[in-house]
């Protein structure tokens, strides 16, 4: 493989296996590969053993061969959906331009400043052509795109904004378009564009079906490609000495345009539908982009663009693409479909949103909920879903948990969220500064009933912006359990409350919101139409309490309560059950909040004035002692159902009074002594 590429090094090939650390092996382009690589299976060892090139990479990779050597693998995303990536011990994400590199590049390009900002600012009001400037050479077709546009239309303002792309279908359409148009087609004695575009895009399709992006002589040949030198030329590029001279597109995504827009030229319904088929069957992801753009060619307004350089493109492929289109959604939003086809789900959106047919989109989606769940979500993925989502107002619940979604995509998501129901952001990486975009989400959804941000980091500045739309909103449920809180954000959760006549479920779980201001919070509630209060493992210890207290005293709508894994032992546990006798609560949760048999009077009293708890969790505390009788003794005037008692370190002497407990009471359903 060594002496292949570089043969002069037949001589010093021994002397380099020697030293195998040394090494460095750099394989460019893994989704163009044809071979097919199970890198869990690594059985080469020696280094003069002839075999297939997959196997010497995968071997290699394993260290089975040349252990100690180092190998750098490049490859687009989609192809490592089909990859064990767990077998190499790194993976760098190219994030590419950022912002600022973006406005220096469009700055560069047009060396204008007028002309550069006009062109940046109008690729900014477009999501999808912006977030595909982080890819260098997308950045170069869409400025070259908006040069030939500007150039077009210099003064016409109006003809100019609706000449300018809006996908990226649109943006290769309106680049061959251009290159055509500018080309006499003449010139090769009347070999039209039309017929070059036939026979390059048939060559493009073999090659996108079979992994080649470099074509030689035979190929053109094979495909009846003319080398006029012309328009060819704008579109392929040359490398090599006569006899050897290879072809490649200009860019991989120019060969995939071509290869979907021959089947618009020249339509077959056999040979799409097998194309179809075969691009579906691939696991590599290498037929994805294809396919986006025989989507985004379905649109009539985006094949209009070509009529003028290469006739009128075929309406009966594009019905024939919509009704694959159809079909695909049916299959991805069947029931049961395991959760690892989310992605799938994910390509089907992008076919949608190359389409522009929100018709299409309403008729697929409707009203059935949108699930990514687990599925990391770019910026431009948000921008896709951000489509579909403004296309389906009737979308009632969207599910994404655990997308790891930056803030630049929940920016773009958000103002799509407007007439959502319940909205599921669960670990997906969102920190205190995505509560600016959420506030602005909650604040114009009056639809939004259920929010679940659990297990993000929400603490910080930022964290008031959300509570302050809280107080506009009509929110039902908000899950913020596991989000880093701390007793600084109980001024803002008090805020947000104390205004909010909705709000029936908060779960605040799993924060540390001990301190000066936890009192803030408890007073808020005292006016809150509050039903269910979740406060498990929060640091609280016994100078919380009167809080508490004070809370469940005032609020008389209250109705289950959790304080689990707490610390509430001490003088001021006597308040909260205090409380409790004029409380409505039917659910108590007090597991694991180290009591001891010394609170169990305190308990005692609390359940024997209370008429309404029917759940009372005690598990995890440590109750055995001589005041247990106590407890029991209440219970027979109680009218709880269900008694939590596990791991409360109880022995046989406590069964006399817990005999006596359930001999008297007529409610008891469950009781768990486990």
């Not at 192809?79 to 590419?96: P, T, Y």
């Not at 789900?345 to 949108?370: H, M, P, T, W």
């Not at 449920?477 to 006549?501: E, I, M, P």
């Not at 969790?617 to 269900?642: K, Y």
Request: charged letters at 20%; one cysteine or more; a negative charge.
């Amino acid at each position: 493989m060594i002496l292949h590429q570089y043969p002069y090094l037949e001589g010093l090939i021994g002397d380099i296996f020697q030293d195998p650390e040394r090494l460095l092996f750099i394989f460019d382009g893994l989704d163009e590969s044809i071979h097919q690589m199970d890198f869990r299976s690594s059985k080469l060892s020696s280094p003069k053993h002839r075999t297939h090139f997959g196997e010497i990479v995968v071997s290699l990779v394993g260290q089975s061969l040349l252990k100690g050597c180092s190998v750098l693998i490049t490859s687009r995303p989609t192809r490592l959906a089909s990859v064990d990536i767990h077998v190499f011990e790194r993976i760098a994400e190219i994030m590419g331009f950022l912002h600022e590199d973006r406005l220096i590049f469009f700055y560069n390009f047009f060396g204008n400043e007028e002309l550069s900002e006009k062109a940046f600012h109008y690729v900014q009001e477009n999501d999808t052509l912006y977030t595909f400037c982080y890819i260098p050479s997308y950045c170069w077709i869409i400025c070259t795109v908006l040069s030939m546009c500007f150039r077009a239309q210099p003064t016409n303002t109006d003809q100019l904004m609706a000449s300018l792309p809006k996908t990226v279908t649109q943006l290769f359409v309106t680049f061959v378009a251009h290159i055509l148009a500018n080309h006499n087609q003449n010139k090769d004695g009347g070999h039209t564009a039309q017929e070059l575009l036939t026979s390059i895009g048939w060559m493009a399709e073999h090659g996108v079906m079979n992994h080649m992006i470099v074509f030689d002589e035979w190929h053109l040949d094979s495909f009846s490609v003319r080398n006029d030198k012309y328009i060819f030329s704008c579109f392929m590029m040359e490398s090599g000495q006569p006899p050897d001279v290879d072809y490649t597109f200009l860019h991989l995504t120019l060969q995939e345009f071509f290869a979907a827009l021959v089947h618009f030229i020249n339509y077959d319904p056999d040979r799409l539908q097998e194309t179809l088929d075969k691009a579906e069957s691939y696991e590599d992801g290498r037929a994805e982009i294809f396919l986006r753009f025989l989507c985004g060619l379905s649109d009539s307004s985006t094949r209009s663009m070509l009529q003028s350089q290469v006739g009128k493109l075929s309406t009966q492929a594009a019905r024939h693409v919509i009704t694959w289109i159809q079909r695909k959604v049916t299959e991805e939003q069947k029931p049961g479909k395991p959760r690892g086809h989310k992605r799938e789900l994910l390509n089907v959106f992008y076919y949608l949103n190359e389409s522009r047919n929100k018709a299409l989109v309403s008729q697929c989606i409707g009203s059935k909920d949108v699930d990514l769940y687990n599925v990391p979500l770019t910026p431009l993925d948000c921008s896709v879903l951000s489509f579909i989502l403004q296309s389906c107002r009737e979308t009632e619940e969207v599910h994404l948990s655990t997308c790891n979604i930056p803030s630049e995509g929940l920016r773009k998501l958000i103002p799509a969220l407007g007439a959502i129901k319940s909205l599921s952001l669960w670990k997906s990486q969102l920190t205190d500064s995505s509560c600016i975009h959420l506030a602005s989400g909650i604040r114009n959804n009056q639809t939004l009933r259920t929010l679940n941000l659990s297990e993000n980091n929400l603490e910080g500045p930022h964290f008031s912006d959300l509570m302050a739309a809280l107080t506009t909103s009509r929110i039902e449920k908000l899950l913020l359990d596991n989000n880093h809180l701390t007793d600084s954000s109980c001024l803002y959760l008090a805020s947000g409350v104390r205004n909010n006549q909705t709000l029936r479920t908060l779960d605040l779980s799993i924060n540390n919101l001990e301190g000066p201001h936890f009192s803030d919070l408890m007073a808020a509630l005292t006016t809150s139409q509050i039903e269910e209060f979740l406060l498990g493992n929060n640091h609280l210890t016994d100078s919380s309490c009167p809080h508490l207290a004070s809370l469940i005293r005032n609020n008389q709508t209250l109705r289950k309560l959790n304080l689990s894994m707490n610390n509430l032992e001490g003088p001021h546990f006597s308040d909260l059950m205090a409380a409790l006798t004029t409380s409505r609560i039917e659910k108590l949760h007090l597991w694991k909040s180290h009591l001891t048999d010394s609170s169990c009077p305190h308990l005692a009293s609390g359940i024997r004035n209370n008429q309404t708890l029917r759940t009372l969790d005690l598990s995890g505390n440590n109750l055995e002692g001589p005041h247990f009788s106590d407890l029991m003794a209440a219970l027979t005037t109680s009218r709880i159902e269900e008694l939590e008692l596990d791991i409360t370190h109880l022995t046989d002497s406590s069964c006399p009074h817990l005999a006596s407990g359930i001999r008297n009471n007529q409610t008891l359903r469950t009781l768990n002594l486990s």
